[in-house]
């Protein structure tokens, strides 16, 4: 009898102890996010055209010249660390804009896709918000702007593609879709499936030459392509036209 309770009791400690591991390793991994660059640590810096923050909802940039009318609120991509943007947030700033770069949970949106509330709440100034993301934020960010049509006006997605629960197919909302012709990364079926989820005169775009990467500055990430034909500043400053269309509402219909 002694024996077995023994048994027992290190089947009780043994069990605890294995469903652990692959838990703790989930959490190493979430902490361990790509990038950023040196040079998106370089763009966290404010200058003259661009005032850069680290406030409560996530890293702002905000123009210095005037008051920014209009917002986006940027959801990094999958195990990306948020900063990695900060060129692409930057230089959309640059032009007139409030961008807010959105940390999330051990760098993975899908853990809080309604992150953008807190930004919207903290910025009563802005008059019409844009949401947009990288990947699996670019994903969540279709699903926060499904939810919250009432208060999102615009979508920027790249590389990325809404969720089955979103379904703006019906709304006015102002969409741009960016995937660079050499990702190696995005399920193209996929991609092509999800148009049925947003509006008919959504924008889609494919960059010449661009990669999954290169939408951040975080280096090369597994399973893409390892030499796309264009530089990482070119193929973000496709993204940032794009997103200041969105930002304008200009996006051609």
Known sequence: MKARVRKLLRWMLVIPAVLLIPVIGFVVWG???????????????????????????????????????????????????????????RAVAARGFLVVLVPM????????????DRTIDLHPEISTWTVGGHSLGGAMAAQYAGDHLDAVNGLVLLAAYPPDTADSSKSSLVVSSLVGSQDGVINRTTWQSARRLLPKDTRYLE?????????????????????????????????????????LGEVER
């Open 31 to 89: 902490l361990t996010p790509l990038g950023p660059s040196p040079s998106a640590l370089q763009a966290l810096r404010t200058d003259g055209s661009v005032r850069v923050s680290h406030a409560k909802e996530g890293w702002v940039f905000a123009p210095v010249n005037g008051k920014a009318a209009h917002g986006l609120v940027f959801y990094p991509g999958g195990r990306v660390d948020v900063r990695s943007y900060a060129p692409y947030a």
């Open 105 to 116: 949970p051990l760098s993975l949106a899908v853990l809080n896709p309604a992150a953008a």
């Open 207 to 247: 960059i010449a030459g661009g990669n999954h990467a290169q939408f951040g500055d975080y280096g090369m990430q597994p399973g893409d392509t390892s030499q796309p034909d264009l530089s990482a500043d070119e193929q973000q400053a496709v993204a940032v036209e794009e997103s200041v269309r969105v930002l």
